[in-house]
């Protein structure tokens, strides 16, 4: 209860503000760089950047050759990539002393549809199409691009984890079957294809897994595929769970943990300080869940509940921007929990309309109230980034 009291979840007090999204104005978030790039009038007016880590905008012109579907730089922002059509990706060099006219990569298979593009480094790009995908190596001061390797496969959908370097593919007419392949220094490794159970025999032969419900995150330094199953297969259990799949480098992906959430409706998902934290919109509220904790084993995978109770993520003021005589009006509170969020992995939130980007943050205070079994808090508290200050606290006490 209170403002803010007992909240475990903030906003970080410094988010990127950009320009929000309208007609004129197109909002793009690069998951590698973390950037977004707002691109006014196909580029002709102007793109700004604006990241988390670098705090100095870049901004810059280019010509209006049609809408932008996809724009990102590569890794340290020295070659621009953009997508305008379904066929082929646009470079452009930001390299002192480099030829600075765009060049062009046509996807190699024909008939294929470029899906988007990921930077694996400063001058390695894939092309994900609906029909497989390209690992090209950019040639910056040749103006063109070298095909590393290919691989045929049919894509529904992909998602790329910058952290661990992997793009994940749906696959199969229904989706869930996911192909993960791992990219380093020049090579593309196929890594051990799964599938994802879904809640029940499919009715139909469409596609049942909506990338909406697959997150890639790196928890405690191995990678998961968390997937959010709206209803169990188990039909006395009530809710909505988010099943974890370990990927490993080596050998198979297996199902490890399931988190039960105990309510249905609309969720997003985030991952901070290795902890699983997944927004509710319809009762504006969060729950933790970590992984290393003890749970519950049902003979295949652990089940764990969440950590605390349900709460909001802290109160947030935005503060009014203008001249020094208008900023003593009183900071507009933000409307938490909007239908305009997006959230990106792992701690990003982005809201589109009120053009903020914030990173999620935890706050160990609010816990020791909350958690009353102290082992349990202990538990927790040891394995938290900034733990050492609240864990004198609580020993004092």
Known sequence: GGEGGGCYLALCARPVHFEKANPVNCVFFDEANKQVFAVRSGGATGVVVK?????????FRMEDKGEVKCIKFSLGNKILAVQRTLKSVDFLNFIPDSPQLEYTQECKTKNANILGFCWTSSTEIVFITDQGIEFYQVLPEKRSLKLLKNQSINVNWYMYCPESSVILLSTTVLGNVLQPFYFKSGTMSKLSKFEIELPAAPKSSKLS???????????????????LRHHSRTSNSTGAE??????????????????????????????????????????????????????????SATIHQFVLPPRSIQPYQIPVAGPASVTSQAPVPCKLYSSSWIVFQPDIIISASEGYLWSLQVK?????????????????L??????????LSVCSQ
């Open 364 to 380: 160990l205070e609010p816990v020791v109230n909350l958690l009353l079994d102290k082992g349990k808090l202990m538990d927790f």
């Open 382 to 391: 040891l394995q938290r980034k900034e733990c050492k200050m609240v864990i």
């Open 209 to 227: 897994l909506s990338e909406r419900d697959i997150a890639m995150a790196t928890i405690y330094g191995q990678l998961y595929v968390l997937y």
């Open 242 to 299: 988010v099943v974890l799949y370990h990927l490993p480098r080596e050998g198979s992906c297996k199902k490890t943990h399931i988190l039960k959430l105990n309510r249905t409706g609309k969720f997003a998902l985030n991952v901070v300080d290795n902890l699983v934290v997944v927004h509710h919109q319809d009762t504006e509220t969060s729950v933790i869940f970590d992984i290393k904790l003890r749970g519950e084993f049902d003979g």
């Open 51 to 59: 990241g988390l880590e670098d705090r100095n905008p870049i901004s």
